[in-house]
DNA sequence: TGTTGGCACTCGATGCTTGAGACTGCTAAA
DNA sequence: TTTAGCAGTCTCAAGCATCGAGTGCCAACA
């Protein structure tokens, strides 16, 4: 792609402007101000004044890729710039391996209990990347019954427990008008079993409507719940949300301002909005990363998310990641997720991989 | 208790300065800025001079119920001033209609699911108070067995559902060193269920210590596990943590400040601690209100938290309420957070009351 | 004895000015 | 094309005066 041979490489910056640009974005973000030329010459040797430094400063500001804040202060790389930064221009190197092995530690002697993994997944995300994390619960699109059970709770309460092919277990009540027992719960357990077991939630819609109706009475109402009740958990993308860490982005200088935390708090309260960012990255391939700003969340410009889906897709995938400041160490963070999401893949192949039988 | 007749009620304080420190903690709560002696003239008619009033701020200053942050501000209410706010000055109303109207409609047309109730719950506190809340899932202390569910989900895992009378649902992995079939598993869920059934995690404990072995093999080894999961369930104390309305509390001008609100998000991150808190109000009567600076949360004195426990006790109870600045409408939280946990009062003698038959 | 008006005083908040410093863009020379 | 030099811009922190809410104290009063 370099067709000039002067240095300009792929399509559109010369050679120096993006070593001038990858500089500022590391000098940034280590340091949270605003960088200027003279900063930037002392950070790295590149063999050019800083006059020269300036000119290619304002260059890359009236391209779009950095912003200044005021005339007399330095630059401060915008969406664009960061976008460029880590598609071009960041080192995408493996997580170190100190790090590795301190993550890798702490996953060891856990029992298999996916609450508690998922759980930790979040703790270790956030406090690797000293930032804030979420991890859903894996989970599959179209799931296959695998067990239901009905209990009587009480004298016309039943309470339904379903175990999915993904290893999901839900739960819900229903108030039945009559008496129910536990010995005809039990029968209708088995019956149910017996009949839309390894079947997905359309498979059961369809059965039940074209076959001639099971019983009759509640335990026909039983079923109809049990069905939409199967329906309703195959449509959902996201299952549960983990959290942790939000205490960590309060150390950051751009939290200092208290409306730009809010915003961040805000992203990780309203689960609605946040299913709609991670449901993109679950179909997604690899580390997906959304800058603040950027499409999914053009108002919240102050805070980036870097995500990865994890598991087998189609078999119980889910996805985990880092809710940070835009101003985030990209390369390590990225280095991190795509660890530990890594880790959890061999978690899932484990638990619900090929059996080898 | 009146020994004097000069207005000295109960045992320390006039009437005119319990006045006073009411109408200060009002004020306060209202404004969030100090008060002083004009303020309160204003604020209250109390048909004395502002020279009056500022020798019972003195006196108040004195006993230890007041603050003052700098020589030429107003007073601010200390710890034991709230303290004594709350338990003798503070009117108990209920919750006025309209709130309790809104309330109420939040929780109608909502399905017997406990999790979305409790999740609903969390977010109607924070609402309705305008500050985070917390709410654990109900549970009771030692629940006995209604069913177990042992499910292959693999050739060597072994998935166990417990299902508590309490209506706690818990689920965890066992991986076994040989293959193992739904057929057995089938078979063991059934002697499991038939022979530990109603039992609680002790009585299980003691039945399998003193009866011969049911089954060798690793079938026993699924029983070792099942007891020792039983046990580990019935001593945790709270169970799953809800929470909401964290964006709330930093409309509140005490977090502008970042560390102040670094604490509260502390608090509500540290399980651990928030667990021992949440724990004393599980076996309290009532609202509990704990002041920041006061015991349990010494070290967090700008945070206050307003629990009520709810449910029945021995049977299915658990802890909701609160978390907010130390300045807070206390009247106003209290009554809603009593009226909340009436409400799940209801719906948890719905669900796990005695059986009518 | 308790209450009150008056008064001097304190001290944070506010706003203004000023100087230092960082960084810029521009220009002319190399 | 690069660079040294320079004038200009703008933020930030410090210093300073001012304002005002609020105080404590005291003498006079009911």
């Known amino acids: 792609m370099d067709r000039t041979g002067t240095g300009r490489i792929c399509d559109d910056l010369t050679a120096r402007q993006r070593q001038v640009l990858r500089l500022l974005v590391q000098e940034y973000v280590a340091s949270a101000s605003p960088v200027g030329s003279g900063t930037l010459l002392r950070q790295g040797q ?21 912003h200044q804040p005021h005339t007399s202060a330095g630059r401060v790389p915008t969406t664009k710039g960061y976008r460029y930064y880590i598609e071009r221009l960041m080192d995408n190197v493996e997580l170190p391996a100190p790090h590795r092995m301190m993550i890798g530690h702490q996953f060891h002697q856990i029992r298999l209990n996916m609450d508690q993994w998922l759980q930790l997944t979040a703790a270790v995300l956030a406090h690797t990347t000293r930032s804030a994390s979420v991890v859903t619960a894996p989970h599959a699109a179209h799931s296959r019954l695998k067990h239901i059970q009905l209990i009587a709770t009480h004298d016309t309460l039943v309470l339904m427990v379903l175990v999915l092919q993904d290893g999901s277990v839900h739960q819900e009540m229903l108030a039945v008008d009559e008496q129910v027992t536990q010995d005809r719960l039990s029968v209708l357990t088995s019956q149910i079993n017996d009949l839309f077991r390894n079947m997905t939630a359309d498979e059961i819609r369809d059965e039940i409507a074209h076959e001639p109706p099971l019983v009759t009475g509640w335990p026909a109402r039983v079923v109809e719940w049990f069905a939409s009740r199967m329906q309703e958990v195959d449509l959902r993308t996201v299952d549960e949300i983990y959290q942790a860490g939000l205490a960590n982005v309060l150390e950051q200088p751009e939290f200092e301002d208290v409306a730009a935390f809010r915003r961040l708090v805000d992203m990780m309260e309203q689960r609605q909005r946040l299913e709609v960012v991670l449901a993109r990255t679950l179909t997604a391939n690899g580390v997906q990363i959304i800058i603040g700003g950027e499409r999914p969340i053009e108002e919240v410009y102050d805070v980036s998310l870097v995500l990865s889906p994890y598991g087998i897709r189609e078999k119980a995938s889910g996805v985990l990641g880092v809710v940070g400041p835009t101003r985030m160490p990209y390369a390590h963070v990225v280095s991190t997720v795509r660890y530990v999401a890594r880790m959890m893949d061999g978690l899932i192949d484990e638990v619900y991989g090929e059996p080898s039988a």
Chains 1, 2 share one sequence.
């Open 46 to 66: 590149m063999g050019v004044s800083s006059a020269t430094v300036r000119s290619e400063l304002a260059l890359l500001e009236e391209l779009g890729y950095l």
